[in-house]
């Protein structure tokens, strides 16, 4: 079965800092991998989405994301944090039969 | 155009009700799923459902009845809501299984408390 593991429920950070957060995927086959946001209230919305085409997948808002095979890694960097990126962050995982599995989640607070 | 729209947003009742939230699709897509997010904000699968036919139903109570009318819709029907009950609940779709590289599209959420 598929899973991710995301390390780390809370992750803080000053404005202006590097952001990162972790994903770890469990895959017997190459994966479907994605990144979701998820702001105060709302649904969950795509940053971006690793489909095999390239390694290092660029998002919405500054985002991205690397696919490391022999890591089984995913993470999500942002170079410079802003007030605005404090929300709630899942990685999932897609597997051959439509099917969505999403980490616990990462909140990410950003400190001014 | 909201592409994934649930209604209601927000859904107090008392224990012991049956309530319903519908859920639409204007994206063409033909799977639709319903997850539970608790306080914790862990997101977990109910029920997915491809082309109106029902693919996964994970341990969900039987007091919880998905109903796809046509492959646009995918409404939850609850009987006999449980304080447990509480949570927000999303409706999501994506498309086929000859699409998999494709995304999940969410609906805005349902807010439900139980009293």
């Not at chain 1, 022999?70 to 099917?99: I, R, W």
């Not at chain 2, 862990?42 to 007091?63: A, C, D, G, H, Q």
């Amino acid at each position: 079965a598929q899973s991710v593991t995301q390390l780390g429920s809370h992750v803080s950070v000053s404005e202006g800092a590097l952001v990162l957060l972790r994903c770890n995927y469990s895959s017997s086959v190459p994966p479907y991998l994605f990144w979701y946001v998820q702001y105060p209230n709302q649904g969950l919305q795509l940053l971006l989405k690793y489909t095999s085409a390239a390694t290092l997948v660029k998002g919405i808002n500054g985002f991205e994301a690397e696919f490391k095979k022999s890591e089984t890694s995913f993470h999500l960097t942002k170079p410079s944090a802003h007030m605005s990126d404090a929300a709630e962050y899942f990685c999932a995982v897609k597997d051959t039969g439509n099917q969505f599995y999403f980490g616990t989640g990462t909140s990410l607070t950003v400190i001014p | 155009d909201t592409a994934v729209s649930q209604t209601p947003k927000y859904l107090v009742t008392q224990m012991g009700n049956d309530k319903s939230i519908k859920c639409e699709q204007n994206l063409g897509h033909d799977t639709m799923y319903w997850y539970k997010q608790d306080s914790k904000k862990f997101l977990k699968i109910m029920f997915s459902y491809n082309n109106k036919e029902l693919i996964i139903n994970e341990t969900v109570p039987n007091r919880f009845s998905p109903k796809s009318p046509d492959k646009a819709h995918l409404n939850l029907h609850i009987n006999s809501l449980e304080l447990g009950d509480s949570a927000v609940y999303f409706c999501a779709s994506s498309q086929d299984l000859r699409a998999p590289n494709t995304e999940a599209f969410f609906g805005q959420g349902t807010r439900l408390t139980v009293v």
